[in-house]
């Protein structure tokens, strides 16, 4: 594979290749909402069940965490549980993957997830903001996090030669940092929010600041109080605090894979100045990187090892990443576009050294992978398969959010279809 194109592949594309392109993206699109039904439905209340048996088996196990098995074995369950209701739930439903389903209890405007975010402040911060705007410098706020200077582009200043060092708390108190970071403290100064919002935002981080805290460091261990006393309380509350340190740790380094190792691009305000639909879908795809892994793996991730197809379609269930993973290829190789991915550890890997190397002044952008040229046979069979599918006409208003929800501002806002 090449690995020396910098030029952003944008460049190579005319306007209407990427007029096409999106016809084909927004095809794929389609095609798959058609064809939502039971199987999906199956899983993500499949998933939400499981998560309830995990979460009241660690409970219990950890009424009696004063025991050393007890405690390893709730806190490794809690951690699971934990990760399992932030990743492949919480981030899902609250980007509208299941509206479709007009469930009341699994629809975007209703859910609450066990994290320090606000779902409200949640959902502008990343489904709009963040989804919307991906790796376009000064307006995508997860670019480094407002923290920390992760691309080359960013100006240096001496705070980021602490970032390696503050990079290791915030791995360990991700939800957090995450929380305060939806506030938008830049907004804030530069005046772009008003003092209300800002206030009635400061107030849901509070109230769910204190429900957290009340409820992993308070309500559960107070369960062990009349069994094991004083120390069962103690047990069970670092339990508690571990098994959120285990989850921050694995959503910051996934998180962090999606769009800091070395094979991602990042664009310039003027390089995207009145960006076309096919030019917004190029952008997310070579903005984002996926995680090779097994099917384990990708539930753990909430399907973020496919963040490449996640940012194509924010709001597609996530079950489904899978199964268009080779029709992206495909059309990645037939545009010429790459289709970024690796092993965890190589893209996690990456990411530090570009957190440490970019902490000193200058650095320069790293080598990007060439066109994608697949050859493996799901590509093959995709290639096929393209010739000779005959898709359902695509389902009237297919963001599927239900006329009386409103979206304006919690969801993604790509340029409309022509
Ligand atoms: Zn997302």
């Known amino acids: ?24 993206f927004d095809a794929i699109h389609d095609e798959v909402y058609g064809d939502l039904g039971d199987r999906d439905r199956k899983y993500i209340t499949s998933m939400i069940e499981l998560h309830r048996r995990m979460l009241v088996l660690a409970r219990v196990l950890l009424v009696g965490a004063r025991y050393k098995p007890l405690w390893a074995a709730g806190t490794a369950t809690l951690g699971a549980a934990k990760i399992l209701e932030n990743m492949e739930i919480g981030h899902n439903v609250l980007h509208g993957q299941w509206d479709w389903m007009n469930d009341p209890q699994i629809h975007s405007s209703t859910w609450d997830w066990d994290t320090a975010s606000t779902a409200e402040a949640w959902k502008h911060s990343h489904n709009y903001v963040h989804h919307t705007f991906t790796n376009i410098r000064g307006k995508d706020k997860d670019l480094g996090y407002e ?21 290791l708390v915030l791995m360990a108190f991700f939800e957090w940092g995450v929380a305060f970071h939806d506030l938008d403290l830049e907004a804030v100064r530069s005046g772009e929010k008003d003092k209300k919002q800002v206030a009635r935002e400061l107030k ?24 094991f006393g004083r120390r069962g309380f103690k047990a069970t509350l670092t339990a508690n605090f571990t ?11 996934i998180i962090f894979c999606g769009h800091f190792p070395d094979q991602t691009y990042t ?27 097994s099917p384990l793996f990708h539930v753990a ?18 079950t489904r990443y899978a199964e268009i993973a080779p029709r992206v290829k495909e059309i990645c190789e037939r545009y010429g576009l790459p289709y970024n991915t690796g092993p965890f550890l190589k893209q996690w890997g990456m990411v530090q050294r570009t957190i440490l190397r970019l902490a000193f002044p200058g650095g320069r952008p790293r080598p990007k992978p060439g066109p994608y ?46």
Do not use: C
């Open 204 to 227: 849901g981080i509070w109230t769910k600041a204190r429900n957290q805290i009340v409820k992993d460091y308070v309500a559960f261990p107070a369960l062990s109080l009349p069994l």
């Open 1 to 24: 594979m090449a690995t020396s194109q910098l030029e952003s592949p944008l460049a190579h594309l005319t306007d209407e290749q990427l007029e096409e392109l999106a016809r084909e």
């Open 267 to 293: 664009f310039s305000q003027a390089e995207v100045e009145a960006e076309s639909r096919g030019g917004w879908y190029v952008r997310q795809l070579v903005g984002a990187a996926n995680i090779e892994g």
């Open 373 to 418: 040229r697949g050859g493996d046979g799901e590509v093959k069979a995709a290639r096929e398969e393209r010739f000779t599918r005959r898709p359902e006409p695509a389902p009237a208003g297919t963001s599927a959010a239900g006329p009386e929800q409103p979206s304006d501002g919690v969801r993604v806002a790509p340029p409309p279809r022509a």
């Open 301 to 318: 991730s909430g399907n973020l090892g496919y963040q490449v197809e996640h940012h194509l379609f924010p709001d597609m269930p996530s």
């Open 243 to 253: 098994a959120n340190v285990i989850r921050n740790l694995w959503s910051h380094a």
């Open 147 to 167: 923290i920390m200077r992760i691309d080359p582009h960013q100006k240096w200043h001496p705070v980021y030669l602490a970032q390696p060092f503050y990079n």
